[in-house]
């Protein structure tokens, strides 16, 4: 409920602000989104995750390179009361896929690259009954995010989740 809270307070603040390279002169540029562009791109999110089979008390595997789809992936799971799965990749291969098989995630959304990875080594990832594909290229077998999210601008209803529910599981490499 935060977000959606900063979104009719301060609509138009800077909700997310991230790195977005160097300039001509070696200068950091960053992109922001407002706290309402942040609330409808989540929302979008959650309507097409929740049609498309993620619902609530789900584990579910991010493997998304870190930036506003990653926020907005994460804000729109707990929307529906889902449990983000997030593991450090610089764990090394064996822990992190220790750590995908311990915690049995029922969807994955990943980069590309994840979805081979998780071709190469599937029992770990074989509770995975779900997966969605994020970035410019497709994988086979993955429906495309930003393909199965509908275009209008409309709330998603947030679940009431109770304390006993999972919130997010993350592992670090630390």
């Known amino acids: 409920q935060g977000l ?4 009719a307070r301060a609509p138009f603040q800077p909700g997310v602000i991230l790195p977005a390279g160097r300039d001509e002169q070696g200068r950091s ?3 922001q989104l407002s706290f309402r562009q ?3 791109l989540c929302d979008r999110y959650a309507h097409g995750l929740s049609k498309n089979g993620i619902e609530r008390g789900q ?3 991010l493997l998304i390179k870190p930036g506003a789809e990653l926020i907005a992936v994460c804000f729109a799971l ?21 750590c995908v098989g311990e915690t049995a995630p029922e969807a994955i959304i990943a980069i590309p690259i994840a979805h081979f990875l998780r071709c190469l080594f599937p029992k770990p990832f074989r509770t995975a009954k779900h997966a969605f ?3 410019r ?5 993955a429906l495309h995010l930003e393909r199965c999210c509908p275009p209008e601008k409309k709330p998603f209803p947030v679940a009431a989740t109770t304390v ?7 592992f670090t490499s630390g």
């Open 4 to 7: 959606a809270d900063m979104a």
């Open 29 to 31: 540029k960053f992109t």
């Open 38 to 40: 942040m609330n409808e």
């Open 59 to 61: 584990r579910v595997l």
């Open 78 to 98: 707990l929307k529906i009361g889902a449990a983000p799965v997030l593991i450090d990749p610089g764990m090394g291969r064996k822990a992190f896929l220790q």
């Open 133 to 135: 594909t994020v970035g």
């Open 137 to 141: 290229r497709r994988f086979p077998g």
């Open 164 to 170: 006993e529910e999972e919130a997010a599981i993350a």
